[in-house]
Structure formats: structure tokens, C-alpha cells
């Protein structure tokens, strides 16, 4: 019989999050991935797309001071892009552009 000390204790973690068009599958090639992953050197996130071939997976991986710089990155551009659409009377559909000051 066991004891209290000899049960494993489970947790349930969110781990996964896959953004893709409404209506397609998971696997479908417009599917981006965004995950943490661990290859025994601590977590990372993992962004990546299967892209047509579930062969040829593409990813990149980013630690939390990597993604920091990474998604200031990604705003400015997204800035100035949004900058660039609205000069030319053109914007960019279903984007809405934020950016958290604390980074």
C-alpha cells in the first residue's frame, strides 16, 4: 500500500499555442506554432511553421531575454509599416498594433 509521500503529484501546463485561419486543420501551412520547449537547458519559446512539407519544419527559438529584444523589434517595424499603409491610404487588415512600454 502507498503512502501519501509515494504519489506523484501531476500539474497541468498550457504549453502550446497554435494561431492559424479560422476553419483550417492544425497542420495546415499557414498554422504558426508558438510553444515552450526544454532541451535540457532550460525552457525557451519555439515559434514555428510546418510551411506545405511536414518534413521541413521552420522554427526559431528565443530565450526571454532574446524575445524581449526580438518583439521591440518586430513592433517598431510593425509601426512603421501601419505608418507607411496609412500614408498610401491602404491599411493592414485585422492587425492591431500594441506595444507593452516595459520592455
Not at 17 to 24: A, F, S
Not at 77 to 95: D, H, K, Q, T, Y
Request: with cysteine; charged share 30%.
Amino acid at each position: 500500500m502507498k503512502n501519501k509521500k509515494d504519489e506523484l503529484e501531476y500539474e497541468t501546463r498550457i504549453t502550446r499555442v497554435t494561431i492559424l485561419p479560422k476553419g483550417e486543420p492544425i497542420f495546415c501551412e499557414k498554422a504558426t506554432h508558438i510553444e515552450i520547449d526544454d532541451e535540457c537547458s532550460g525552457e525557451f519559446i519555439k515559434i514555428s511553421q510546418v510551411g506545405g512539407h511536414v518534413d521541413a519544419e521552420k522554427f526559431v527559438l528565443f530565450n526571454s531575454d532574446e524575445w524581449a529584444l526580438v518583439n521591440k523589434a518586430a513592433m517598431q517595424l510593425f509601426s512603421e509599416i501601419a505608418a507607411r499603409e496609412s500614408e498610401s491610404g491602404s491599411l493592414l487588415p485585422n492587425v492591431k498594433l500594441t506595444h507593452d512600454h516595459s520592455t
